[in-house]
């Protein structure tokens, strides 16, 4: 696609349901990120895939969120059991190879609403 | 691990002035990559402007520049002749030379208001 696409844009949430984030990189980006934007905390740094495979998950903030990745192009974020404190904008960016030397492009984010 | 500090919350200049946003960072990698993206509302965060740590050079994008002064670990950006589409939240970010597998590290943000 053109740009790097999520979707659902906006969700609203009840505490206690599972939620599934989608993201579908640029094609042909073989790195994706996941960040987590929030009042509190800014924006942090989830997880990163390379193809398929995410080396280190230590960046998702509890064992309620998971991710993956198939086919080296959509990616899913899934937070289970939501709470309110899960409440922010999932920011999901594509590169070339990771590194600075490529640029990062982001979506324009889901926005999850935990009531 | 890295942290970026943007001290200044908000910041409001007029229309067509200049106007300089602050990052400082603190890191024992030697060499890395520093960033700033602005956010406007639709959220999409864009990238404006990117620094290699290795290079003297101060990067320059038409109206954005960067003051990069490694030893103080800063890196501010000046936007020149600043516009109304300049309003945004800007963020400074660092990567690892060889980590984009760690992700960007972001500041808080700054909000820059451009005033008519």
């Known amino acids: 696609g053109a740009g790097v696409s999520q979707s659902p844009s906006n969700k609203v949430t009840e505490k206690g349901k599972d939620v599934e984030l989608r993201c579908d990189p640029i094609?042909?980006?073989?790195?994706l990120y996941w960040y987590r934007q929030s009042l509190g905390q800014g924006l942090e740094f989830l997880i990163y895939f390379q193809g398929n495979s995410a080396p280190d998950k230590s960046g998702l903030p509890s064992d309620r969120f998971s991710a993956e990745r198939t086919g080296g192009s959509v990616s899913t974020l899934t937070i289970q059991r939501t709470q309110q404190e899960d409440s922010a904008v999932y920011l999901c960016?594509?590169?070339?190879?990771?590194?600075?030397?490529?640029?990062?492009?982001f979506g324009q984010g889901t926005r999850l609403t935990v009531v | 691990a890295q942290t970026v500090t943007q001290s200044q919350p908000e910041m409001s200049v007029q229309e067509a002035e200049t106007v300089t946003l602050s990052c400082t960072y603190d890191t024992s990698e030697n060499n890395y990559y520093l960033f700033w993206y602005k956010q406007p509302p639709s959220r999409q965060m864009i990238l404006v402007i990117r620094q290699e740590a290795y290079k003297q050079q101060n990067a320059t994008e038409n109206r954005f520049s960067v003051n990069f002064q490694k030893a103080a670990k800063s890196f501010s950006l000046k936007i020149s002749d600043s516009q109304l589409g300049d309003t945004a939240m800007y963020f400074c970010?660092?990567?690892?030379?060889?980590?984009?597998?760690?992700?960007?590290?972001f500041g808080k943000g700054t909000h820059l208001i451009i005033q008519p």
């Open positions: 960016a594509s590169s070339l190879p990771a590194g600075g030397r490529t640029e990062a492009f």
């Open positions: 970010a660092f990567m690892k030379f060889r980590g984009g597998a760690d992700g960007l590290t």
């Open positions: 094609s042909g980006h073989t790195a």
